[in-house]
């Protein structure tokens, strides 16, 4: 990616701004005067800049310049950000040089976490800079004074815009910058990533219109190289596994080696469980600490001031943390297990030094043998500048819904002025006006299966044929449950003298009994009585738990899977790896088949008195937890007497009586077609999409008035609207958007049908006598998801160790 030099021209920054610069011995860099030069331009801008190339600063230069020499009490720019830490984070950032610089500008936040008193002032004495997140700024545009509020707004800056786009907060965003356009037609519109593939789609879904030639593209200058390496505690590298915890003693090691570190996770109960066996590792007390979503706001703020401030050696970390937040003495980032994408492992490699010119140094500790493969694939894919596919698609018909109604809590609306509106979004710009008008009506009567009841009929029509509020009453309805962000049922987490640690699913909390232990936030809890609403619990040294979270697991991108597939394939590559990595690759080689690229290998195999069928598809766990599914369905129409599956990232193992002849049978195309519908509507898989869309489209409360559904009431809700929408009207705009949530996002059933589309042509079918070793990281997760005890552990072990014999005998 080359660098593109725009020069400010003739007109200079501003005397505060230059004197600032100077005193520092700095001068702006090429992509922050490029940025202000389009700002005078009147352009939208999308940077692409690498981590600590002072993007922050390019974004709001133009803003400090403009209000320096044209000072206005209005609100001038919103910045925003996907996460609440980041917002408050850049306000830090921001506020520094406004206050060293003497300027009388004020910057101010408003997430989920704003007291409602300074909310209320907001609105009225807006600040000249308001750092947010979607779904606020959503809720700012649903009162009556939006129109006055966002008047004279003349930017608003998109940070993390990778973060966004492509899912349903993109939409929501994409849907207000619609309005805030209509609001103040001179706005513009600025984006900035460090991660971006495909520069043209960003820059479409910035563009009013989709125009991409109204939105100028900035790149950077390149940094430093990262320096990264992959960590093999005494050279060896685990058979199962996904974790990285054999290596804990190791990362102690490396922690006590540098200023700051931050271990990143891919899921939140493994945050949990790294911090504990770190703590257990760290016996020299050094300050350590954990952070993710689920904790409270106030464990949240006191980690993020902890690391500000310099007080913590590490901290153990998820996606929470991915983007953007800026602690300079952070000087070394370690990714537990394998990072899943190229663009995920460089936007965590740059939360360490943050600095143009200084390398990052990361630290990749791989789970298991396909994941140290994974692993470097990743560093491959830095080293060649490779990025993740972005995959962009059509808007969300639940976030229009809900847009839609903020829209009318904030006056009534013409519907054809709406839909232009609407229209100007890329995600709607196909949006045809049939279904735009079903979604009126959805909102105005929830549907004829349910128009006679009065609580669904949120929309009326005047007689001049403008839409408006039913009543007052759904305007604060709205504004207490609109969303998009909708986590599984949560019990709070707390202490019985009122402190609260943060929620888990309802779930987990369901498993537990009184004087049960689990470990959360860093301590082990024993609980004390379970409520509707809350886990009471107090501090304890007994053995504990981990709370186990549902959030969707991190997908294998399709080029470090490609990658991945290379490597088995090239025996040339096979000198990097290493030795236990390497007679692993070789012993597979000698006694069954490497796929190649492109190639579906399925290897059938007996094992103590089973049939095993393995395949090697490399779509990740979400696609093959799925095809699983679907597979052993089709298993026991054929009589082959399933017994179950298992799947990681990289194959899926199905398991029966009866010896598997044919695999082409189970993996034909019109799966999809049959065994998919028959699968999605007997499971749970699209009520659990519809509860979502219920929530985000409006049509069930998870709040009323001074009280807040339990999970379990909103379940209820939900449920028993679907039953009444599946038999009565199957036609509903919401179950059309469950079954999108559920075919595209939770089964991946886009990269399902490539997978089945390339098993019709290249599938290698090899029969063998005994098991393999490339099947053995799969195999020896069978059974281990049942296991919670010391001695049911052991028994695994000792089944894994006399497969591995099995498979790495050469005869």
């Known amino acids: 990616m080359t660098a593109t030099t725009i020069h400010a021209g003739p007109r200079a920054l501003p005397k505060p701004l230059t004197d600032w610069f100077e005193a520092r011995g700095w001068s702006p860099r090429s992509h922050q005067t490029a940025m202000l030069a389009q700002a005078r331009a009147g352009r939208h801008a999308l940077l692409v800049a690498t981590t600590g190339a002072g993007k922050t600063l390019a974004g709001f230069l133009p803003t400090l310049a403009d209000l320096i020499e044209h000072p206005t009490d209005g609100l001038h720019t919103l910045y925003v950000s996907p996460l609440k830490a980041l917002a408050v984070d850049v306000q830090r950032n921001v506020l520094t040089p406004v206050a060293e610089m003497g300027i009388d500008i004020r910057v101010e936040t408003r997430t989920g976490d704003t007291p409602s008193d300074r909310k209320a002032r907001q609105r009225v ?46 939409d929501l965003l994409s849907l207000c910058m619609a309005r805030l356009q209509r609001l103040s037609p001179g706005l513009r519109r600025v984006a900035l990533s460090a991660t971006v593939a495909d520069t043209d789609g960003y820059r479409a879904w910035l563009a009013p219109d989709g125009d991409i030639d109204q939105v100028a593209l900035v790149h950077g200058q390149p940094g430093a190289d990262p320096t990264i390496a992959i960590l093999l505690p005494d050279g060896r590298v685990p058979w199962s596994g996904h974790s990285g915890r054999y290596a804990a003693e190791q990362v102690m090691a490396q922690i006590a080696a540098h200023r700051t570190t931050i271990v990143f996770c891919n899921t939140r109960s493994l945050a949990e469980l790294i911090f504990q066996d770190l703590w257990k590792a760290n016996t020299g007390n050094l300050p350590i600490g954990v952070h993710h979503g689920s904790l409270s706001k106030e464990a949240r703020q006191k980690v993020e001031g902890a690391m500000a401030d310099g007080h913590l050696r590490a901290l153990v970390a998820t996606a929470s943390l991915d983007l953007g937040v800026d602690w300079g003495d952070v000087d070394c980032v370690i990714q537990m297990g394998a990072p899943k994408g190229s663009s995920r492992l460089l936007q965590r490699i740059g939360r360490a030094n943050h600095r143009l010119d200084e390398a990052s140094e990361a630290i990749v500790v791989p789970g298991n043998r396909f994941e140290y493969l994974e692993a470097r694939a990743a560093l491959d894919a830095v080293e060649a500048g490779e990025l993740d596919p972005d995959l962009f698609r059509k808007g969300a018909l639940d976030v229009l819904a809900q847009h839609v109604m903020a829209c009318a809590c904030a006056g009534p609306f013409v519907q054809g002025d709406l839909l232009d509106e609407v229209r100007s979004a890329l995600p709607y710009s196909a949006l045809d006006a049939e ?94 009585s379970i409520t509707l609403e809350d886990v009471l619990v107090r501090a304890s040294s007994k053995p504990a738990r981990i709370p186990t979270y549902g959030g969707s697991r991190m997908p294998l991108s399709t080029n470090l899977a490609d990658r991945v597939r290379g490597f088995l394939s090239q025996p040339t590559e096979w000198h990097r790896f290493p030795p236990d990595v390497r007679d692993w690759l070789e012993m597979q080689a000698n006694r069954s088949v490497m796929p190649r690229p492109g190639q579906l290998l399925v290897e059938t195999f007996p094992r103590e008195g089973r049939h095993y069928m393995v395949a090697y598809s490399f779509e990740g766990w979400n696609a093959h937890q799925s095809l699983g599914m679907l597979i052993t369905r089709r298993m026991e129409t054929l009589g082959l007497k399933p017994v179950g599956f298992v799947a990681n990232d990289y194959a899926l193992a199905c398991y029966g009586l009866e010896k598997i002849t044919d695999p082409a049978a189970l993996f034909s195309p019109d799966i999809l077609e049959h065994e998919f519908v028959d699968w999605v509507q007997q499971s749970h898989l699209l009520k659990r999409a519809f509860r979502e869309v219920a929530v985000i489209g409006g049509l069930v409360e998870r709040q009323h008035p001074g009280k807040r559904k339990t999970g379990k009431q909103v379940t209820f809700s939900t449920d028993l609207i679907y039953d009444v929408l599946r038999k009565y009207e199957p036609g509903h705009l919401l179950l059309q958007a469950a079954w999108d949530d559920a075919r595209a996002r939770m089964t991946d059933v886009g990269r399902l049908a490539g997978l089945l589309d390339r098993a019709r042509d290249t599938m290698l079918h090899v029969d063998l006598d005994r098991v393999t070793p490339l ?36 005869d």
């Open 125 to 170: 004495k807006p600040p000249q800079v308001l750092l947010t997140t979607p779904e606020s700024l959503s809720l700012l545009l649903s009162y009556p004074d939006a129109a006055t509020m966002f008047a004279g707004l003349r930017t608003i800056i998109v940070d993390e815009v990778h973060a966004f786009a492509t899912g349903k907060r993109g």
């Open 435 to 528: 279904t735009f008008d079903r979604v009126l009506h959805f909102i105005s009567d929830g549907g004829y299966s349910l128009k006679a009841y009065d609580r669904f009929k949120r929309l009326a029509r005047d007689p001049d044929g403008r839409w408006r509020l039913a009543h007052p009453r759904f305007a604060l309805q709205h504004r207490l449950n609109a969303g998009i962000i909708v986590e599984a049922t949560m019990l709070g987490v707390r202490f019985k003298n009122g402190r609260t640690l943060g929620r888990v699913e309802e779930g987990f909390a369901a498993q537990l009994s009184i004087g049960d232990s689990f470990f959360f936030a860093g301590l082990s809890l024993e609980v004390q």
């Open 775 to 810: 099947a053995v990281p799969v195999l020896t997760l069978i059974g281990r998801e049942k296991v919670t005890t010391t001695h049911g552990d052991d028994a695994l072990l000792i089944e894994a160790e006399a497969m591995i014999a099995d498979a790495m005998r050469p």
